[in-house]
């Protein structure tokens, strides 16, 4: 019997053992291609965002998993999540975009958003697909950009305490003026339990649903 495999690109280690874990929670066997590259995401703050610089090389890492034979490509990055698309002509496999589900969510949740990322490079692609995905379904809905401040520095000095408590607080403060509040970076949501409870159900952090959006796409390619 062929198990389901699945190649995932991710922008940062912190990614790799959570989906892991969800996608065989989800799918004892399923086979499971790596590709990480922790480079690109400080190159995009360095460059401001522009995904040029890193096309090439995220295209080469979706044709690899390709030629490993993969059912499917998870994109794991929002800060990369418009790589897929432009990759997709030159690959097999269907990709998944990480935090197109989760926007699909977001937009049925309410008509006030808060978008919360630790990266700058990261609130502006998920702040668009939003706004896509609202205009598309018809909606009116008003997005708040949120940057948690010192979250990354705290991470890039090794102080995951403080990174921590820099979300935290920022959730804290967006969630009584928000229907939904959007995870940008699934690292995130480690920090969700700290919230009260009444407003963790707020939160939506895009692994549970791209882990969603994969299988739908296993099922469709297996007819």
């Not at 790596?34 to 690109?40: A, P, T, V």
């Not at 030159?90 to 919360?116: K, L, Q």
């Not at 919230?195 to 159900?201: A, C, F, I, N, S």
Request: hydrophobic share 45%.
């Amino acid at each position: 019997m062929t198990h389901p495999s699945v190649g995932i690109i991710h922008t940062s280690p912190a990614t790799v053992d959570l989906f892991g874990r969800l996608f065989r929670e989800a799918l004892p066997g399923v086979r499971i291609v790596n590709l990480l590259d922790d480079s690109i995401l400080p190159e995009l703050r360095d460059t401001g965002g522009d995904l040029s610089t890193v096309s090439p090389r995220w295209t080469s890492y979706a044709r690899i998993a390709d030629e490993r034979d993969v059912d499917v490509i998870l994109n794991a990055c929002s800060s990369v999540g418009e790589l897929g698309a432009e990759a997709q002509a030159g690959v097999r496999a269907p990709i998944v975009r990480v935090d197109a589900e989760m926007a699909r969510e977001a937009v049925r949740r309410g008509d006030r958003i808060a978008v919360m990322a630790t990266l700058p490079t990261t609130l502006r692609p998920t702040s668009d697909l939003i706004a896509r995905t609202a205009a598309a379904a018809g909606r009116s809905i008003t997005i708040e950009r949120i940057l948690a401040p010192g979250a990354y520095e705290a991470l890039m000095r090794g102080d995951q305490a403080a990174h921590d408590d820099a979300i935290l607080t920022a959730m804290k403060e967006a969630a009584g003026r928000s229907d939904a509040i959007v995870l940008a970076q699934a690292s995130m949501a480690r920090v969700v339990p700290g919230l009260p409870e009444v407003d963790r159900g707020k939160v939506l952090a895009s692994p549970p649903f791209a882990v969603a959006a994969t299988l739908a796409a296993l099922n469709a390619r297996q007819g």
